[in-house]
């Protein structure tokens, strides 16, 4: 049974007890007698026993030996190689050459500080130090630049080392050149950009058109009519027209106002045709806001909807292989609703536009909403009927009613086209007038000779001021 595992634990418990007696301070004949334990063996344990327990008192640190995330040493290896065939690349293009699934630059980064692996610079340090000119013969170059400025950095480089005998390269004339333009003519300072945001939803409204959009199947230019709310981000109005005009435009505002049952307290346009006319102007002033114009040639002014126009060309139209009018028109909702619904904005902090819609807390009066077409209306002129009913207009004969010869007529022009009335009573209507003043006069020629008035029921609404609650 010698050396058995019973017969070594009770050995070992044996030294374990004579060390911890010498510890406790029995002399050590005394131990070395009970336990039956040499004294040159019992200070050896003591010894051993020591330094195991100094051991076991030092400070270790927490976690696992090995990092959960090293690298493969295929990988590794396969990186340290690369890293040698190129020590002038960067842990960029290493990274880049490696592929998508290769660890991150920093990795590659710590790879070669670990393996010591070599990092050279893509040049040479260079060998001699670079040439310094003189005070001399900076005068003589700058005295040739101001006498012959009208001489290109190489005509200037040539007649300095011809005449003076000055090796200056032309690249080095160009920069004094620029350096003494700067200083006659300083350069204008970087425009300060101010970036405003309205605090409440329909404040105010932005209005433009997208151009760029040529129908592959018309071969045509198609007009994306977009009017923006300032505060939200979100269009309040959006559709395609073909050839839109300043009652284009009045219909978009009537379309936002009835979906968002409000009228905005201010309207911004650019100064496009289609956002000047009286009657335009005529029906934001019977409706009650004011209309504005971004100044000529500054389109930051509506900065907002600039900006959305180049989303909406990268994120609709340009998923199209062709632009046909039809598709455009049927899928252009849908794509209006995931902008108001879905996408974020980094204004708004990812949040979407109808977050800010929401907030909207006025609405307007019913009947004001019903009645917007009456709105867009303004006197055109005043005219007394002669005998035969028939006035000049447009270059052209036009008849209204030989029962109203000598009374005098007013013209109004409306959305349907010009209004004859007679003591506020609609007793005329000649439809097409603006298509009429639109027309260039060489192509006048297609039209009849002489117009007509349709006769009307005598019914008009004459514009009210709207009042916005």
């Not at 005998?165 to 350096?179: G, V």
């Not at 971004?294 to 994120?315: C, I, V, Y």
């Amino acid at each position: 049974m010698d050396g058995s595992p019973l017969m070594e634990a009770s050995k070992r418990q044996r030294r374990v007890e004579a060390v911890l007696a010498l510890f406790r301070g029995v002399p050590a004949a005394q131990v070395a007698t009970q336990f039956g334990i040499c004294r040159s063996d019992l200070y050896k344990f003591r010894r051993r026993a020591l330094t195991a327990i100094h051991q076991a008192l030092d400070d270790r640190p927490r976690g696992p030996k090995r990092p959960h995330n090293r690298l493969d040493p295929k990988t590794e290896q396969q990186m340290a190689l690369l890293c040698l065939r190129h020590p002038t690349w960067s842990s960029y293009q290493v990274h880049a050459h490696l592929g998508v699934e290769a660890s991150p630059p920093r990795t590659i980064q710590r790879v070669r500080r670990r393996l010591a692996l070599p990092r050279l610079n893509k040049r040479a340090a260079p060998r001699s130090q670079a040439k310094k000119f003189s005070v001399q013969e900076k005068e003589r170059a700058s005295e040739a630049i101001e006498t012959a400025s009208h001489l290109g950095p190489q005509r200037l480089a040539w007649d300095l080392c011809n005449r003076d005998h000055l090796q200056i390269s032309p690249s080095t004339i160009k920069r004094m050149k620029r350096a003494r333009q700067n200083a006659m003519y300083p350069p204008a300072p970087p425009p300060a950009w101010r970036f405003y945001e309205r605090h409440h939803a329909h404040s105010l409204w932005h209005g433009d058109c997208l151009e760029k959009i040529t129908l592959t199947d018309l071969d045509e230019t198609a007009y994306q009519l977009t009017l923006l709310d300032d505060y939200s981000r979100g269009y309040v109005f959006c559709d395609l027209f073909l050839s839109p005009d300043q009652r284009t435009t009045i219909r978009a505002l009537i379309a936002a106002m009835r979906q968002w049952q409000v009228i905005p307290n201010l309207v911004i346009f650019d100064n496009g045709s289609i956002f000047r006319g009286k009657l335009l102007s005529a029906f934001c002033t019977n409706v009650g806001f004011r209309l504005t114009r971004t100044a000529l040639q500054h389109p930051q002014t509506n900065g907002k909807l600039e900006r959305a126009f180049r989303d909406d060309m990268r994120d609709f139209y340009q998923l199209y292989d062709g632009w046909f009018l039809e598709p455009l028109r049927r899928d252009l909702p849908a794509y209006v609703h995931y902008r108001n619904y879905v996408r974020g904005h980094h204004a708004l902090r990812g949040q979407p536009a109808i977050t800010r819609l929401r907030e909207q807390h006025r609405m307007a009066v019913p009947w004001v909403l019903d009645h917007l077409e009456s709105y867009a209306v303004y006197e055109v002129s005043r005219r007394v009927l002669p005998p035969s009913g028939c006035i000049r207009m447009c270059n052209r004969d036009v008849y209204l009613d030989t029962a109203l010869a000598g009374v005098e007529v007013t013209f109004f022009e409306t959305l349907e086209g010009l209004e004859a009335r007679v003591d506020g009573q609609c007793v005329g209507l000649l439809r097409g007038y603006r298509d009429l003043r639109k027309l260039p006069a060489w192509e006048w020629s297609r039209l009849p000779s002489t117009l007509y008035f349709e006769p009307s029921n005598g019914e008009c609404d004459s514009p009210r001021i709207a009042v916005a609650l």
